[in-house]
């Protein structure tokens, strides 16, 4: 699950760097924006590119459903590897 957190976390770094990429190249006119924060229409862009995908939302389902996985199949293995044991064992 630390995958998971740590694949969000560069996710959100991606998006504000992409941010302030888009602002110095003047594609997004950041006084406009930070018109618009202290306006009735609060809007934050980068809150907005961190959204797209839903990325964190899924590296956190990703990563939880592969830690369970991984035990299940450790669980699995210990029971039929018992399993295997008792069977050579006994006569």
Known sequence: MFF???????????SYSMYR????KGIIDDQKIRSLEQSEEHYDVVKRI??????????????T????????????IFFLATKANRQTIVP
């Open 4 to 14: 998971g957190s740590l694949a969000a976390a560069i996710h959100n770094t991606h």
């Open 21 to 24: 990429e888009f602002v110095a």
């Open 50 to 63: 961190q959204a797209i995908g839903d990325a964190k939302n899924w590296f956190e389902h990703i990563s």
């Open 65 to 76: 459903a592969a830690a369970a996985v991984c035990l299940l199949n450790a669980v699995a």
